[in-house]
């Protein structure tokens, strides 16, 4: 049987924004639910063991958006993160943030080896670790 596939994407219909997951197909069969949050949220609930993996991708506003662009879509984050870790699976959040965190580290979400100066993005996902204890590990 040659390997397929699956896309799941929740986007506008700008060719803007947007959010996509590639799974093959073994991994593309043990998928128990899929939210499209937003334009710029997806949610996707993986069967594993020992515990099932809840993966929620995104793709942030940029530093040119408005705060209340910008707010909303940290908000989303909170109701989905919060929604989710009630549950006692393995939580990844992850996608494009647009952010710089800057090389200075913060308690233990982040450490100081990253580049650049952080910047209002950065500032933004390192509050949003903070709140649902996460730590960034890939800049």
Do not use: W
């Not at 639910?33 to 929620?56: F, L, N, Q, W």
């Not at 992850?94 to 080896?113: L, Q, R, T």
Request: proline residues 3%.
């Amino acid at each position: 049987m040659s390997p397929y596939f699956k896309i799941l994407y929740s986007g506008g219909d700008k060719k803007r924004k947007g959010v996509a997951l590639i799974f093959r197909s073994h991994v593309a069969e043990m998928i128990q639910s899929c939210e499209m949050v937003s334009e710029r949220i997806i949610c996707v609930k993986i069967k594993a063991k020992p515990v099932d993996i809840i993966v929620v991708q995104v793709y942030a506003p940029t530093n040119d958006a408005t705060r209340s662009e910008i707010d909303n879509f940290y908000h989303e984050i909170y109701d989905t993160v919060k929604l989710q870790k009630k549950f006692q699976d393995c939580l990844i959040l992850m996608g494009d943030f647009n952010a710089k965190v800057g090389d200075k580290k913060e308690e233990d979400i982040v450490g100081p080896f990253s580049l650049g100066l952080r910047n209002d993005n950065g500032q933004s996902l390192i509050e949003c670790c903070q709140r649902h204890n996460l730590m960034i590990s890939n800049t």
